[in-house]
Structure formats: structure tokens, C-alpha cells
T-cell receptor
Framework: ETGVTQSPTHLIKTRGQQVTLRCSSQ?????VSWYQQALGQGPQFIFQ???????GRGNFPPRFSGLQFPNYSSELNVNALELDDSALYLC????????????FGSGTQLSVL | DAKTTQPTSMDCAEGRAANLPCNHS???????VYWYRQIHSQGPQYIIH???NNETNEMASLIITEDRKSSTLILPHATLRDTAVYYC?????????????FGQGTILTVHP
């Protein structure tokens, strides 16, 4: 059974650029959630994808968008990067009926200069 | 979602029980309490969850007060590898399924 994998592990971008982060969910899991974790803070919910559609969103602007593919993998896209977008981005997968028992990847560390 | 309050940090001696408290006085009747931990440079790891009954699994025990306004996570025999940030959070599932609200958590340091 493979766990949640994220790529890349580290990324450096410049303000105003766009970035795409990728996530492969754990085998058997059909739901993917994305979280942003600033240094020294707890993770903050960005959005969740289920059956290839957004299924709940946190307090993040529209320039944060995502996709889920038929194999349940997912992408997080951030446009017009700002300095405050520098954070660890975490992907978590879960299965229907699994409640909030989420399985997290190790994250992508994004630095915006 | 319930607002949770946890101590900023705690220490525990290796081999002893670690008791981590969480206050969730605004929790609603159908809201589960979840505990996760995050070891440095890794993603959060699920530990345990409960609604109103005490729960135990291979990692920990969860004690929820009768009024459900607080809970305690118990690591019965802490090891150095249990040093991590521990988060208590609540979730009702349903339309907020998969959405967890994490606070700043408790930094648990287990020392020899």
C-alpha cells in the first residue's frame, strides 16, 4: 500500500509567478484535501476534492485552485504568487466513510521571493 | 467547528505517561474530537478520535469529559520518538467533511 506522495518537495518562485503542486493519494482513497501551513502555525484548510469536483473550501482567494483526476490524484495551482504564500503545502487523502481520518503527505515547501 | 485551546508546550520523561489536555468548550453535539501529531518536517499523522465515549487504540487513549468540553490524549509509555506537535481539532463531517481546523497545538518534548 503506497502512502500519499507530493511533488516537488521544495520549490522557489518569484512574486507574481504561478505554481502547480502535485499529490498522489493513498491507494483506495477517493478524496483529497489541501492545507497550507505557515511557519510555526497549524495547517489551514484550503479546499477538498471528491469525484473530481471541489467539495468545500476554506478562506482562500480564487487564485488558489485545484484539480482532481480520475485516478484520484490532485493538483494545487496558485496564480499571482505573493510573499505570504510562502508555506508548507500539505495534501491529505481519505476514503468515503473514513470521516476525518486523513493521511497526509510530507508536503511541498514553497518559498516566494 | 469547535475552537480548541491547548497548552503551548509540555515535557515528559521517557517511559512515563504523557497526558495532553485540550479544551473545546464550544464543541457541538455531533462534532467528533480528533487528535493528530506532526513530527518535524513530516505531515500530520492521525492518532485517534472520539465522540463521547473514551477510546483506545494501539497509539493512545482518548478521555472525553462527560460534558464534552474537554479531552485528554494519553500516551501510556512515551518514547523519544513521540516528541512532536500534538493537535486537537473538531469536525462534524457532513458538508465540512475532510475539513479540520488546526490550532497551534502542543509541543511535547520527551526527554531521557
Amino acid at each position: 500500500e503506497t502512502g500519499v506522495t507530493q511533488s516537488p518537495t521544495h520549490l522557489i518562485k518569484t512574486r507574481g509567478q504561478q505554481v502547480t503542486l502535485r499529490c498522489s493519494s493513498q491507494s483506495g482513497h477517493n478524496t483529497v484535501s489541501w492545507y497550507q501551513q505557515a511557519l510555526g502555525q497549524g495547517p489551514q484548510f484550503i479546499f477538498q476534492y471528491y469525484r473530481e469536483e471541489e467539495n468545500g473550501r476554506g478562506n482562500f482567494p480564487p487564485r488558489f485552485s485545484g484539480l482532481q483526476f480520475p485516478n484520484y490524484s490532485s493538483e494545487l495551482n496558485v496564480n499571482a504568487l505573493e510573499l505570504d504564500d510562502s508555506a508548507l503545502y500539505l495534501c491529505a487523502s481519505s476514503r468515503t466513510g473514513g470521516g476525518e481520518k486523513l493521511f497526509f503527505g510530507s508536503g511541498t515547501q514553497l518559498s516566494v521571493l | 467547528d469547535a475552537k480548541t485551546t491547548q497548552p503551548t508546550s509540555m515535557d515528559c520523561a521517557e517511559g512515563r505517561a504523557a497526558n495532553l489536555p485540550c479544551n473545546h468548550s464550544t464543541i457541538s453535539g455531533n462534532e467528533y474530537v480528533y487528535w493528530y501529531r506532526q513530527i518535524h518536517s513530516q505531515g500530520p499523522q492521525y492518532i485517534i478520535h472520539g465522540l463521547k465515549n473514551n477510546e483506545t487504540n494501539e497509539m493512545a487513549s482518548l478521555i472525553i469529559t462527560e460534558d464534552r468540553k474537554s479531552s485528554t490524549l494519553i500516551l501510556p509509555h512515551a518514547t523519544l520518538r513521540d516528541t512532536a506537535v500534538y493537535y486537537c481539532t473538531g469536525s462534524t463531517g457532513g458538508t465540512s467533511y475532510g475539513k479540520l481546523t488546526f490550532g497551534q497545538g502542543t509541543i511535547l518534548t520527551v526527554h531521557p
